[in-house]
């Protein structure tokens, strides 16, 4: 046996079972905990990408309101004031309304890239793991 526990070349001697069965449990324990890593990071950048996407909605809500303020404005302007002051209020209805429509556009982008909320290349992982495994134990 060499230093790493492999047999040595041209040895001929076969390990025993319960050195093969040793180390299977102990390399499928390193997969195990590789694959939770693997998991736990990816779930925290879904959650990264949901907290951004929700804070770029909250945004854009507020935004809302704040359009929806300056079109009254606007509409008071235009029925007391000349022209030239609800023009002014209808350019500043107008930014605020694009920069709403920007930040909901955002935050949607950031919702659909961290959904579904589960560890899709975690599950692949596993999944491929697991037809290896099955594969050679049926050599």
């Known amino acids: ?14 390990e025993p079972v319960s050195d093969l069965v040793q180390r299977a449990s102990r390399q499928l324990s390193q997969l195990v905990r590789d694959e939770m ?14 907290g951004r996407g929700g804070g770029l909605f909250g945004g854009a809500g507020l935004m809302g309101v704040l ?32 920069v709403t429509a920007l930040m909901a556009a955002l935050g949607k982008r ?16 596993v999944k491929a793991d697991m037809a290896e495994i099955k594969e050679k134990a049926h050599r």
């Open 1 to 14: 046996m060499t230093a790493d526990g492999s047999p040595r070349p041209g040895s001929g001697a076969q």
């Open 37 to 50: 890593r693997l998991a736990q990071a990816e779930m925290t950048e879904k959650g990264k990408r949901f």
């Open 67 to 98: 359009t929806l303020q300056a079109l009254v404005a606007t509409v008071i302007a235009v029925l007391s004031l000349a022209l030239d002051v609800w023009v002014a209020a209808l350019i500043v209805t107008g930014v605020l309304a694009a």
């Open 110 to 125: 950031q919702i659909s890239q961290a959904s579904p909320p589960r560890p899709e290349q975690t599950m692949e992982s």
